[in-house]
Each structure stands twice: as structure tokens, then as C-alpha cells.
């Protein structure tokens, strides 16, 4: 129970630390404004990066030590976020429509099936790892982990509806995670975009100004968001909900034999001197 505490602990310090690192810039008094993007967080970008890598590497040491079989978990998202940073080189080198990628399908479905912490870990890492891969490193990368990991950690939250259908193993499991996509595949272009949107130069009907109040700050987002990422990011919406009623039901059953057999064996107690076997 102890080490769960300080597991939840750390990821809920380490999302704290995100939501800041998006929202600073609008409480600051002035900023440096460009026409590029990669001016954005030049300076922090490689502060937060270094931070969030190395509390990734904290979480997976505290869940190797806090539970007996945790590191076949480690191992088991080793393997899965190598062949999500495979599918992100597959989609750099061929580029799919809009915003379609392809990697949020396992990032979601991990963390529906082993729980918010590993598809926290899942999103974080598969984007590190795909962008080293792909040579895709930015100052935006920090803030793609934090929401790619946002993405996995909330997952979860999809069982309930599951849980009061009764829908486990059937399709409208399948099609409530499409729902889930699809309504990511949203909200992470409008989570991303703030990332840059306070150090934008454009039309004052769609930028940030330093001392506009919050609603006109809401409006001017989201006429910005409505002009420039709604399509694009209707593309990766779409490319999940397809992944997901394509090959959602099948990833589901493997995912769910490996957690069975990762999942804690409890030891028969025997008369005194017998050897200890497992019960599954």
C-alpha cells in the first residue's frame, strides 16, 4: 500500500509538473513572440525534457522494487514501446492524412488493460523513443511525452461504462475505446497546440496577448484551433476509431493473456517442510 501511495505520488507530481510547464507562459508579463514554432520553449525544452526523462527512470525503478513481478511488466512495455516507435518511424517514412498515427491505439489499450501508471509510461517513453528513432527531437518534445502520457493514464477511466454494460469481450467494449480515440485524437492537437500558441505571432482575432483576459483568451483559441487543427486533428481521430474497431478486439485478448500470466500467484500453504507450490 506504501509503495502504491508513492507511486500515485509521483505521477501525480509529475502531471502537476506538465500542466505548469503548458500554462507558465500565460501568466508571464511579456514574451518573445517569432513567426517559427522551434523559438517556442527554446530555452526550457531541454530543463523539461531532462526532468521528465528522469522521472520516468525513478517510477520504473520504485514499481521494479515495489512488486515482485513488476519487472516483467517492464519488460512487457520495453517490448511494446519498441514496436510503437516502429509503427511512428513506419508513419514519419510514409506519412499518413492529416494527423493521422497509428501509435495511440496500443497507448490506449495498455493503459485500459494494465492501468493508468504503465499507459502513463507507455505514451511518455513510446514518444522519447520514436523521436530519438525518427530524429524528430525538439523543444515540443517534452510536451508531446506529457500528453501522449496523459493519454494512457487516462484510459482507465473507460471501464466504468464497460463495467455497467457488461461489455467485456464483446464489441461494445470495442466500440466505447473507439469513442475513447476518437475523442483523444482530439484533444491532444488542442492540448499540443498550446504548447507554442502564447509565443505565436498572427491575427489578433486568434493569439495570445499578454493581459487579455481568460474568456477572450478561450474565444481567440478557439477560433485559432477551429482555422488550423480541427481537420488535421479529425484525421487522427478517425485513424483511431478505425484502428480500434479493426483490430481493437483482438489486441485486447493478447493483451489480457499477458496480464493473467503476469498477474500475482498466491503460495498454498502446505503442512511444515512440504515446498510452497503456486495457485494460479
Not at 40 to 49: F, G, K, N, R, S
Not at 132 to 152: E, H, K, N, R, S
Not at 253 to 279: C, D, H, K, N, W
Request: charged share 10%.
Amino acid at each position: 500500500m506504501k509503495d502504491r501511495a508513492l507511486s500515485i505520488l509521483i505521477y501525480g507530481l509529475t502531471s502537476a509538473i506538465g500542466v505548469l510547464a503548458f500554462l507558465y507562459p500565460f501568466w508571464l508579463p511579456a514574451l518573445p513572440q517569432s513567426a517559427l514554432q522551434t523559438q517556442a520553449h527554446a530555452a526550457d525544452a531541454p530543463l523539461m525534457l531532462s526532468a521528465l526523462v528522469g522521472v520516468c527512470f525513478v517510477v520504473l525503478l520504485a514499481e521494479v522494487q515495489g512488486e515482485s513481478v513488476s519487472a516483467k511488466f517492464v519488460a512487457l512495455l520495453g517490448i511494446l514501446v519498441a514496436i510503437n516507435a516502429v509503427l511512428r518511424f513506419a508513419e514519419v517514412a510514409i506519412p499518413g492524412p492529416g494527423g493521422f498515427s497509428p501509435i495511440f491505439f496500443l497507448i490506449i489499450l495498455t493503459g485500459y488493460i494494465f492501468g493508468g501508471r504503465f499507459g502513463f509510461l507507455m505514451g511518455a517513453l513510446t514518444l522519447l523513443v520514436s523521436a530519438l528513432i525518427t530524429g524528430t527531437v525538439g523543444p515540443w518534445l517534452p510536451y508531446q511525452m506529457f500528453t501522449a502520457g496523459w493519454v494512457g493514464m487516462t484510459a482507465p477511466l473507460a471501464r466504468p461504462l464497460v463495467q455497467l454494460f457488461r461489455a467485456e469481450g464483446a464489441w461494445l467494449e470495442t466500440a466505447v475505446l473507439a469513442v475513447f480515440g476518437g475523442w483523444w485524437g482530439l484533444v491532444y492537437g488542442a492540448i499540443m497546440n498550446v504548447w507554442f500558441w502564447p509565443f505565436a505571432m498572427g491575427p489578433a482575432s486568434q493569439y495570445w496577448q499578454p493581459g487579455i483576459t481568460v474568456w477572450d483568451a478561450v474565444q481567440r483559441y478557439a477560433l485559432f484551433y477551429v482555422t488550423t487543427s480541427l481537420v488535421w486533428d479529425a484525421m487522427r481521430a478517425a485513424g483511431n476509431i478505425l484502428l480500434m474497431v479493426a483490430l481493437g478486439a483482438a489486441t485486447l485478448r493478447a493483451l489480457r493473456r499477458f496480464q493473467r500470466r503476469f498477474t500475482f500467484v498466491q503460495m498454498e500453504i502446505l503442512p511444515e517442510g512440504a515446498p510452497s507450490l503456486p495457485v494460479k
